[in-house]
């Protein structure tokens, strides 16, 4: 069963880049679509987008002019990067496997805390 | 982007007894070529990612209990508890994966009256 684990700094300061790490483990990262969802605190579910293991990717239209999605087959690894952060991009950050059309997201990483903060 | 919109926004409901959440899409989620519905319905308890409960609108995760289900087509769709458990007090969200965008619904808390 495919596992998914966020990793990266918990804390950013405003106007920096926030950047994250999802490493998957238990099954390959090819042939799937994988996104990063996140969740401020107390709020609901909010897509970011999605990349593919070719390097496709499609970004949310609220964020897409900040948004960096890369991929790394030889490490199974997918990141984020978000740049000029500010107080309301606080949130736990997960990753997911899916976000393409026709795929509904079914596995989680636990989730990482990210808090903007000078 | 697809508006996904759920009712009610919090829910009590007697242990045993039926629980109902609405999830409306601003358009049509049902491919019809296919005749499936692009609806997940998720479940997040505290502290912990959502974990995928439903999809194509009806089909349980491996693992759901059977008292989980979901119905509808189109942009209407409901997730049923029929004999609500303790262990089942958690925020449910709905999702559409019709477009390339996915999004979700704001979704239902629901807790133990």
């Known amino acids: 069963q495919v596992q998914l684990q966020e990793s990266g700094p918990g804390l950013v300061k405003p106007s920096e880049t926030l950047s994250l790490t999802c490493t998957v483990s238990?099954?390959?990262?090819?042939?799937?679509?994988w996104s990063w969802i996140r969740q401020p605190p107390g709020k609901g579910l909010e897509w970011i987008g999605f990349?593919?293991?070719?390097?496709?990717?499609n970004y949310s239209p609220s964020l897409e002019s900040r948004v960096t999605m890369s991929v790394d087959t030889s490490k199974n690894q997918f990141s984020l990067q978000l740049t000029s952060v500010t107080a309301a991009d606080t949130a736990v950050y997960y990753c997911?496997?899916?976000?393409?059309?026709?795929?509904?997201?079914?596995?989680w990483g636990q989730g990482t805390l990210v808090t903007v903060f000078s | 982007d697809i508006v996904m919109t759920q009712s009610p926004e919090s829910l009590a409901v007697s242990l045993g007894e039926r629980a109902t959440i609405n999830c409306k899409s601003s358009q049509s989620v049902l491919y019809s070529p296919t005749k499936r519905n692009y609806l997940a319905w998720y479940q997040q308890k505290p502290g912990q990612p959502p974990k995928l409960f439903i999809y194509w609108a009806s089909t349980r995760e491996s693992g759901v209990p059977d008292r989980f289900s979901g119905s509808g087509s189109g942009t209407d769709f409901t997730l049923t508890i029929s004999s609500l458990q303790a262990e089942d007090v958690a925020v449910y969200y709905c999702q559409q994966y019709y477009t390339t965008r996915p999004t979700f619904g704001q979704g239902t808390k629901l807790e133990i009256k």
């Open positions: 997911a496997r899916g976000g393409a059309s026709s795929k509904y997201f079914d596995a």
């Open positions: 238990g099954g390959s990262i090819r042939n799937d679509y």
């Open positions: 990349v593919s293991y070719t390097g496709n990717t």
